[in-house]
């Protein structure tokens, strides 16, 4: 099976193409087998999971189906969104530099954005409006309680607001609040 590895914004993903790969039954094994191997190691970030693109059944350019290192499913996610376009784009998908993306949370606009010799150096996601936030939730943590936002974009979000990220344990309480 042919995969790509693509990052976009802090996440990196297995992307396949769907219509053209063989793919088995069980893309959440797949994800989780993917994500957890080592031959990765040393050479690219830890993946965070496995997009899987196909033709759209939603009258969009195409569709994106998200699979989790864990295996479990999330239903849309920007930085997937931003990943898939591009290689919808480079894969035939899309004929254009805006295009649609269906998700299981409804069809994203997407639009790709290039310097001045052609080349893709970014994406902008529409997510359109939060389905859900929760303002100034208690979370316990090893360093103590936190004031946190929740917010559901068709997958969760943890925001938390401070003086200066850099003098913050981003990573570290990234993965406890995860």
Known sequence: MKLRVMAGTGNTFAVVDGERESLADDCASLARRLCAS????????RL????????SQAGADCRMRIFNADGSRAEACGNGLRVVARFAREQGFAAR???RVETDAGVRDVELVRNVDGTI???????GAPRKIERDVELVTSRGPLRATLVDMGNPHCVLFVDDERATAVG???RELE
């Open 48 to 55: 965070d999971g496995l997009l899987v693109v196909t033709r």
């Open 38 to 45: 080592a031959i990765w190691e040393g050479r690219l970030p």
């Open 97 to 99: 530099d805006r295009l």
């Open 121 to 127: 150096t970014a994406a902008r996601a529409r997510m």
């Open 172 to 174: 570290e309480l990234g």
